[in-house]
């Protein structure tokens, strides 16, 4: 089940809620799901895990840029959310 932080550039951000290994947003256009294409939230920056969703290339850089501006804010979000 999806928990969406964000809509940017109308994708909808948001983490997956059965999984919690390590923080990671989904971002997807239209239907959320586990597959989505994925980013990793590190506290040294922000890495394009796949991109499962077909994002463009130019989307994709705008989006992992916002990501990286916010990084503490979806951190934050993160352990909140799965209580770390």
């Known amino acids: 089940m999806p928990k969406v932080l964000q809509d940017f550039m109308g994708y909808a951000i948001y983490f997956w809620l059965e999984q919690n290994t390590s ?35 130019k989307d994709l850089r705008k989006i992992e840029t916002y990501l990286l501006a916010n990084q503490d804010t979806i951190l934050a979000a993160w352990y909140r959310t799965f209580n770390m």
């Open 23 to 57: 923080p990671h947003v989904h971002v997807s256009k239209g239907k959320q799901t586990p597959n989505a294409t994925k980013f990793w939230i590190r506290r040294d920056g922000v890495e394009l895990a796949h991109n499962r969703g077909r994002i463009r290339l």
